[in-house]
């Protein structure tokens, strides 16, 4: 069963975007905990088929169980993996989907482990990596990139005003020894930047470390373009025909790559948009999951060659 802990950003609003139906394939990109996925799972019954991905093997496993616990006999399939390698996998195997949901970033689970380093109010390794096998960590790019590249990295991912300065602090402290911890990195932060309301000033630096360090903007466009080409393949891809994609981001420079990218589909004829454009949550909801509060639900259905097909194609 889903941990009771866990409550999955926008589950009503998600469930009624992708609107799935007994016997489709649901392919979700970021299956965490598995709360979307166990909410999603029990409609494809009969003959549905999930498709779990995750970069992190431990919510890979933990969703599959919660999928498994809320609906007994479906067919269940994890993918532990970066979800710009899903597509061509699903193609590949001859899989099309007829739902995808990426529900982006970390879970909370993450952000709570000290030993993960991705929180600033947890000492623990300045890690970050949503993969624990993958290549780098923060503190490697806190350790090895030049001061330009840290002050873009701050700027464009963490628009942190204050970038050239926590740059600069960064280069001047590892001359003197490594940067290790979190505690480390967020006092270095708090010594060049000004609290910001009741914002720690730490916030926008561990954002962009984070999205620096599992290239969160490049796998997004990855997918974004993956979903581009299932569209216009019309079902003979990795995607069926009429199949239904969500996103859930969760910063502006997420939403504005998702925001263009469907826009476009649309624009091309190859999608309708589902719903008003973004859903984001109610009172209600940010007042028992805070962290719900900056979500944006996007989502579009493709088109089915037996649709009306749009004048100027
Ligand atoms: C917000 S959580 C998803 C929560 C999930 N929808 C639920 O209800 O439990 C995001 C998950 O996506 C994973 N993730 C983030 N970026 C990824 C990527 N590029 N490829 C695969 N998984 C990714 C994270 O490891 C995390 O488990």
Same mark, same amino acid.
């Given at each position: /069963?889903?941990?009771? $802990? ?16 007994? !016997? ?27 498709? #779990? ?45 007829? &739902?995808?949901?990426?529900? +982006? ?5 993450? /952000? ?8 600033f ?19 490697? +790019? ?11 990295i701050l700027r464009d991912y963490g628009e942190e005003k204050g970038a050239?300065a926590v740059a600069?602090? &960064?280069?001047?402290?590892? $001359?003197?020894?490594? &940067? ?5 990195l967020a006092? &270095?932060v708090r010594?060049v930047v000004r609290r910001d309301?009741?914002i720690d000033p730490a916030t926008r630096t561990f954002q962009a470390l984070r999205i620096a ?8 466009? !990855? +997918?974004?373009?993956?979903?581009? $080409? ?21 910063h502006?420079l ?5 925001? $263009? ?35 944006? +639900? ?14 100027? #194609?």
């Amino acid at each position: /069963m889903p941990d009771p $802990r866990h409550i999955p950003v926008l589950l009503a609003e998600v469930v009624e975007a992708l609107g799935p139906r007994p !016997g489709e394939c649901y392919a979700d990109c970021t299956a965490g905990l598995g709360g979307h996925a166990a909410a999603i799972a029990p409609a494809l019954r009969p003959g549905g088929r999930v498709i #779990l991905g995750d970069l992190d093997p431990g919510n890979l496993s933990r969703a599959a169980e919660a999928v498994a616990g809320a609906a007994p006999g479906v067919e269940v399939r994890p993918f532990h993996g970066n979800f710009v390698s899903l597509p061509r996998r699903l193609a590949a195997e001859g899989v099309a989907a007829d &739902i995808v949901l990426a529900d +982006l970033g970390f879970a909370s689970c993450q /952000m709570e482990d000290p030993a993960r380093g991705f929180a600033f109010s947890r000492e623990g390794p300045l890690d970050m990596r949503l993969d624990p096998t993958g290549p780098t960590t923060a503190a490697d +790019l806190v350790a090895t990139l030049p001061e330009a590249e840290l002050v873009r990295i701050l700027r464009d991912y963490g628009e942190e005003k204050g970038a050239r300065a926590v740059a600069r602090k &960064i280069v001047a402290v590892r $001359r003197e020894g490594s &940067i290790a911890t979190t505690a480390q990195l967020a006092e &270095i932060v708090r010594s060049v930047v000004r609290r910001d309301g009741g914002i720690d000033p730490a916030t926008r630096t561990f954002q962009a470390l984070r999205i620096a360090v599992n290239d969160e903007l490049g796998a997004l466009e !990855g +997918l974004l373009a993956a979903v581009a $080409r299932g569209a216009k393949a019309q079902g003979t891809g990795w995607l069926a025909a009429g199949a239904r994609v969500a996103i859930v981001s969760f910063h502006s420079l997420e939403d504005r790559m998702v925001k $263009r990218a469907f826009g476009e589909l649309v624009s091309a004829g190859l999608a309708e948009a589902v719903g008003r454009q973004p859903v984001t949550p109610g009172e209600n909801e940010v007042g028992v999951n805070p962290r719900a509060r900056s979500a944006k +639900l996007r989502a579009i259905r493709l088109r089915k060659s037996c649709d009306a097909q749009p004048p100027g #194609l």
